[in-house]
């Protein structure tokens, strides 16, 4: 067996998941990537993903969220699942913490149209709950999948639940943030959620801490995003 399903069936097991429940998928086939450029397999898996009923969450969505933005990116953002907004819209971080997030990406020198936007689960857990280990195990696919075509050099992950998932670690988010982490070779920079930033202001300077190491890193090792987070980085130390 592959030593990467061997540690995801370890993380299942250490988040409470002795098994993972066999489903009856209603997509009759696959997503097909042999020939298709990234944004073709975007657009299919998003139709996989509005009918998909491999666990609950599916029963009370009005939509789901694959997400969006640059398929070609350097910079990966991702959060747990969609908010009240994001459900109606269709659309991922649209409400007040996306509306911060968008922010915190145009401080990094970026537009929203310049990174990838996706969440751990693809439908709303109800109340705005954390997404259960077993909702997160049945949309793992889905993330897996993005992140594969996407390639991005950095993923920044948003809160502790979408942290544990990437990373697969049972660590708290305030022990794992501001330093990266590594998924399949890809650079993980856990750090708060926008919706706790929106709770807790005086952990924006720490956020803020966290994506001046991604600009660094990416101002020295990305193609696409790099010029402009340098021309950011210009600016920010032509003001101090």
Known sequence: ????????????????????????????????????????????????????????????????????????????????????????????????????????????????????????????????RDPEPEEIAACWHFIEKQIELIKPKVICTLGRISTKTILMTTESISRLRGRFGEYKGIKVMPTFHPSYLLRNPSAKKQVWEDMQKIMHYLAEHSETLGEKIKKKLEEYNGKN
Do not use: W
């Open 1 to 128: 067996m592959d030593n990467e399903i061997i540690e995801y069936l370890k993380f299942l097991k250490d988040i409470g998941i002795d098994e993972i429940p066999r489903v009856k998928l209603t997509v009759s086939k696959p997503v097909n990537t042999e020939k298709k450029s990234v944004e073709e397999v975007l657009k299919q898996m998003a139709k996989e993903v509005a009918n998909c009923k491999a666990c609950p969450l599916s029963q009370k969505r009005q939509n789901s969220v694959l997400g969006e933005g640059n398929p070609h990116t350097d910079l990966m953002f991702i959060g747990e699942g969609p908010g009240a907004d994001e459900d109606r819209q269709g659309r991922p971080f649209v409400g007040r913490a996306g509306q911060l997030l968008t922010k915190i990406i145009n401080a990094m020198g970026l537009e929203r149209s310049d990174v990838y936007i996706s969440n751990v689960v693809k439908c709303r857990p109800p109340f705005n």
